[in-house]
């Protein structure tokens, strides 16, 4: 009887009909809701596509612009000079260095020839290093992480370049002249575990490879050249031998030095230990083992209680009480 008359009462009021509206409505904004999702996935989809394409065309045109920036570097004259960035560090460089370099071109709007090399460690050498600081650049080449860093240290830091080769010394030196840098010093003695002098092949410019003359070494009985080199002898110190002779106290070292970083290491053992550096180490294959060089460099500086971290062919390593 209730149940009877409350019925008639929804009736009277139309309840079943609102009732039958509003769940008519509730299905509809379903529809609406799960046609948005649709569209929104669509939309989605449809701006990703044209995301890519634009950085497809955007990357063509940076292969077509750094080809165009190789032929004219290729084509430009010896002794030219030129205004450019290498790892943003505006500089003017000898086109000797830049043909070298061509592969790592970058091509920006606003900088016309824009280098980066190396760039992962300028940057985090960059993160442990202030003005006043020194720097030991073991394999300084041509200065690509000795010149962004120069400006970095200010005119009371100092920076101490390791190049024996012979040609590369002249480009660098020539480089620094140039641009009167001065708070950069090369010194053309190699770095090993022992004084003396040795025998140093230095890569000639007309080997099939672009930046060999880059990749010159100390000789040693695993290194067979395949490319047409030159011989001399060079001077050979440690880090320990330079550090206490010129009473230097070195907040970072890098070392780049084909296959010879282990030796390196145990030449400046005291200066790791007293001066807790931080170092910055590009791994080859030991010349006198023929392993990667990391199977010794790794546990001599954790025993020394350094932090290791590797990414790609770069040792990074924070001394103790500074992690």
Same mark, same amino acid.
């Given at each position: 009887m209730i149940n009877? %008359?409350? %019925?008639?009462? #929804? #009736?009277? *009021? =139309? *309840?079943?009909?609102?009732?039958? #509206?509003?769940e008519h409505l509730a299905r509809q904004n379903q529809e609406l809701r799960d046609l948005n999702q649709v569209l929104d996935a669509k939309l989605k989809d449809t701006l990703d596509y044209n995301h890519r394409i634009f950085n497809q065309i955007d990357q063509l045109l940076d292969q077509q612009k750094r080809q165009f920036l190789q032929e004219l570097i290729?084509?430009?004259k010896s =002794?030219?000079?030129l205004n450019c960035s290498i790892n943003y560090c505006d500089i003017l460089a000898p086109i000797e260095l830049l043909k070298l370099y061509a592969h790592c071109i970058d091509p920006q709007p606003h900088q016309k020839l824009n280098f980066l090399i190396e760039t992962h460690c300028v940057d985090w050498l960059s993160s442990h290093l202030n003005r006043g600081d020194t720097f030991l650049?073991? =394999?300084?080449?041509?200065g690509t992480i000795s010149l962004p860093l120069a400006n970095i240290l200010g005119e009371k830091g100092h920076i101490y370049a390791f190049e024996p080769a012979q040609k590369t010394q002249k480009f660098l030196k020539q480089i620094l002249d140039i641009n009167q840098i001065n708070n950069v010093s090369?010194?053309?003695s190699a770095i090993s575990d022992e004084l003396g002098t040795a025998q140093f092949l230095e890569y000639t410019d007309t080997n099939p490879l672009a930046w060999a003359s880059d990749t010159s070494t100390l000789n040693a009985p695993t290194i067979k050249p395949d490319f047409q080199h030159s011989s001399y002898d060079v001077q050979v110190t440690t880090i320990d031998e330079f550090v206490n002779t010129y009473h230097l106290q070195p907040t970072a070292i890098k070392i780049d030095i084909e296959g010879f970083e282990f030796y390196a290491l145990q030449g400046g053992k005291q200066t790791l230990e007293t001066m807790l550096p931080y170092l910055c180490i590009d791994i080859h294959t030991d010349v006198k083992t023929g392993k990667s060089a990391l199977v010794t460099v790794e546990p001599f500086l954790q025993s020394l209680g350094y932090s290791l971290t590797m990414k790609e062919h770069t040792l990074y390593a924070i001394p103790p009480e500074k992690t």
């Open positions: 009877s %008359l409350k %019925l008639k009462i #929804r #009736r009277s *009021l =139309g *309840l079943p009909e609102i009732q039958e #509206r509003v290729q084509q430009s =002794g030219t000079i650049d073991v =394999g300084a080449s041509f090369v010194i053309p």
